[in-house]
């Protein structure tokens, strides 16, 4: 499966893109557990002290952001599916 990454997420994995391998669905929570062994500072860039997304963080599946979906990261997902990451960001 590709995870795309955006603005300064990639700085941290190195790329725009990821490979995770996958040969079953998993969740998209397993799915950040999986990054967050292979990129650690990853953990601090989206979750906060409570291990929660910050709400300024968007991973969407499908384009379609997790925190609006049912299962939120409880979501499954497989190599089929597209999922992509955005950092918070701010501006003016």
Known sequence: MQVYFFATLRD??????????ITEPITVEALLEALF????L????LLDDQGQLYPQVHVLV??????????????RITDQDTV?????????
């Open 37 to 40: 062994q292979r990129y650690p």
């Open 84 to 92: 992509s990451i955005f950092p918070a960001v701010g501006g003016g």
């Open 12 to 21: 941290i994995v190195g790329g725009k893109t990821v490979e995770v391998p």
């Open 42 to 45: 990853l953990r601090s860039a």
């Open 62 to 75: 499908n384009g379609r952001d997790v925190q609006y979906l049912e299962e939120g990261l409880q979501t």
